[in-house]
C-alpha cells in the first residue's frame, strides 16, 4: 500500500529549497514529498516532518531515524500539525508544505474505518490513539447535528433523509461497520445509482472530516505558520476539498492585503496591514497525465505564498 505524492515536483519546485535552509513537511504520509526535498538539502540543511498517523510516523523513523538509516537533518514528531508551534522555533522555517486530506494506506486499509468499499471497523481517525471513532460518535450524536455535519462537510442534499435513516437503525443495533454505515446511505438515498460515485461517499467524507476536527486543524496550522515562517520562506499547501481550498485561498488573500477580522484597537492590526504573505503564482492543479496515473490527485489544487520581510 503505497502513496503516489501529489503533484510532487510542482510543490517542491514551490517551496524554492535553499539547500541550507529548514523546512517542515506538516503531513509525512509516506514521505515522498519530504524524500525529494530531504534530497536538495546539503548537510547543513534540515527536515522536520509531522504526521498525527502513528503509522506514518513509524515509517519515518524508519527511514530516517533507525540503524544505518539515521539522518541526523530529520527530526521526527507524532503530532497534528495545528500544534507546529511546539516543535518549531519562531520565524525558523524557510518552508512549510501541507499535503492535505489521507493518504492512499489509510484508505486502502480496511481496519482504518475510511472506506466504504471494503468492510471494516467504523473508525475513520487519522491517529486512532486519540478522539472520538466514526462509531462511538454516531452512537451519540443528536440526529438534528449528524444532517448538519453531513451537509456541511460534504455537501449532501439527503443529508437529513441519511440522519433519520442512520437514526432508525441505531435504534435497533450500534452500526460498528463501515459496510454497515455504506448499506444504510445507500438505502437511504432514492433514485438511480450514480455508475461513477457511490451514494455514501458524500457522508463518509463528511463524518471524516468532522472526526478529525480537519477544517479546525487547517485554520489553526495556517495562522501559526506565519510566525513559523522566516522572511521569504515558502508555504505550499496542497488540498483535495473546495473547502479546504477555499480557507488556504482566503487565508493568503486576507495576510496579503493585510485585512483581518481583528478589532480596530489592536495593535496587531496595523502589523497585520502591512501584509505578512505574497502569493506565487496562480493556483496549480494535477497535468491530465497525473490525473491518468493517480485518479486520486484529480480534486487536488496546489497554492504557494511567500512570507514577506514584515515580521509580527
Ligand atoms: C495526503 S497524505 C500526505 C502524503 C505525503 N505528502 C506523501 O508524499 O506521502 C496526508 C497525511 O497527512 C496526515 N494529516 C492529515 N491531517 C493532519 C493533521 N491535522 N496533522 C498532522 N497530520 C495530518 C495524514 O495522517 C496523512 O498521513
Known amino acids: 500500500m503505497s502513496?503516489?505524492?501529489?503533484?510532487?515536483?510542482?510543490?517542491?519546485?514551490?517551496?524554492?529549497?535553499?539547500?541550507?535552509?529548514?523546512?517542515?513537511?506538516a503531513t509525512y504520509g509516506r514521505g515522498g514529498h519530504s524524500a525529494e526535498i530531504v534530497k536538495r538539502l546539503s548537510t547543513e540543511g534540515?527536515?522536520?516532518?509531522?504526521?498525527?498517523?502513528?503509522?506514518?510516523?513509524?515509517?519515518?523513523?524508519?527511514?530516517?531515524?533507525?540503524g544505518d538509516s539515521i539522518d541526523s537533518r530529520v527530526t521526527i514528531h507524532h503530532s497534528p500539525f495545528s500544534k507546529i508551534g511546539s516543535y518549531v522555533v519562531e520565524h525558523q522555517l524557510d518552508g512549510i508544505l501541507i499535503d492535505l486530506g489521507v493518504s492512499s494506506p489509510q484508505l486502502d486499509n480496511p481496519e482504518r474505518g475510511f472506506s466504504f468499499m471494503q468492510d471494516g471497523p467504523l473508525d475513520m481517525r487519522m491517529d486512532q490513539t486519540a478522539g472520538e471513532s466514526a462509531a462511538e460518535?454516531?452512537?451519540?450524536?443528536?440526529?438534528e447535528e449528524m444532517a448538519r455535519v453531513i451537509?456541511?462537510?460534504?455537501?449532501?442534499?439527503?443529508?437529513?433523509?441519511?440522519?433519520?435513516?442512520?437514526?432508525?437503525?441505531?435504534?435497533?443495533?450500534?452500526?460498528?461497520?463501515?459496510?454497515?454505515?455504506a448499506d444504510i446511505v445507500k438505502r437511504a438515498v432514492p433514485g438511480k445509482p450514480n455508475r461513477k460515485r457511490h451514494p455514501a461517499t458524500k457522508t463518509f467524507q463528511a463524518i471524516r472530516i468532522y472526526i478529525n476536527s480537519e477544517l479546525e486543524e487547517i485554520e489553526t496550522v495556517l495562522e501559526n505558520s506565519i510566525a513559523a515562517l522566516a522572511p521569504k520562506g515558502r508555504l505550499a499547501v496542497i488540498s483535495f476539498h473546495s473547502l479546504e481550498d477555499r480557507m488556504v485561498k482566503q487565508f493568503i488573500r486576507r495576510s496579503e492585503k493585510g485585512e483581518d477580522d481583528m478589532p480596530l484597537d489592536l495593535p496587531i492590526q496595523s502589523m497585520v496591514k502591512d501584509g505578512v504573505l505574497r502569493r506565487v503564482g496562480k493556483a496549480i492543479f494535477p497535468s491530465e497525465d497525473e490525473i491518468y496515473n493517480n485518479p486520486r490527485?484529480?480534486?487536488?489544487?496546489?497554492?504557494?505564498?511567500?512570507?514577506?520581510?514584515?515580521?509580527?
Do not use: C
Not at 490527485?297 to 509580527?312: H, K, N, W, Y
Open 297 to 312: 490527485s484529480r480534486s487536488a489544487v496546489l497554492r504557494i505564498a511567500e512570507r514577506t520581510d514584515e515580521l509580527v
Open 151 to 181: 451537509w456541511k462537510y460534504g455537501d449532501e442534499r439527503q443529508s437529513r433523509r441519511i440522519a433519520r435513516a442512520i437514526d432508525r437503525f441505531r435504534q435497533e443495533s450500534p452500526i460498528t461497520t463501515t459496510a454497515e454505515l
Open 46 to 66: 534540515k527536515l522536520i516532518v509531522m504526521d498525527r498517523d502513528p503509522l506514518a510516523i513509524k515509517e519515518a523513523r524508519q527511514r530516517y531515524a533507525t
Open 3 to 25: 502513496h503516489s505524492p501529489v503533484m510532487l515536483n510542482e510543490a517542491v519546485a514551490g517551496l524554492a529549497i535553499k539547500p541550507n535552509g529548514t523546512y517542515l513537511d
Open 137 to 143: 460518535w454516531i452512537a451519540v450524536v443528536d440526529t
